[in-house]
């Protein structure tokens, strides 16, 4: 299984790289682009706000539940 694996992989993984960083971009930005590029950081940053907000109880409960697991490990120690 490892024989096909690798004869699969060896020529897929260079084709990747290659396709995926091409040696030249011939590209440009916009006067648009700079607003487009910030209202998605300003989208990405809300969004994220919310759902931490709407998670709270869960995200709370998870890091108590981490803290305490920490204390008791330090406990076992001893």
Excluded at 15 to 44: C, H, K, M, R
Aim: glycine letters at 8%; a positive charge; hydrophobic letters at 45%.
């Amino acid at each position: 299984m490892k024989f096909f694996t690798r004869l699969i992989m060896v020529p897929v993984a260079p084709a990747f790289f290659y396709l995926t960083f091409p040696e030249t971009a011939n590209a440009w930005l916009d006067q648009g682009a700079g607003s487009t590029i910030i209202q998605v950081f300003v989208a990405v940053l809300v969004g994220g706000l919310f759902a931490a907000n709407h998670f709270k109880h869960r995200i709370r409960s998870l890091y108590n539940n981490l803290r305490s697991k920490g204390k008791e490990g330090e406990a076992s120690k001893d």
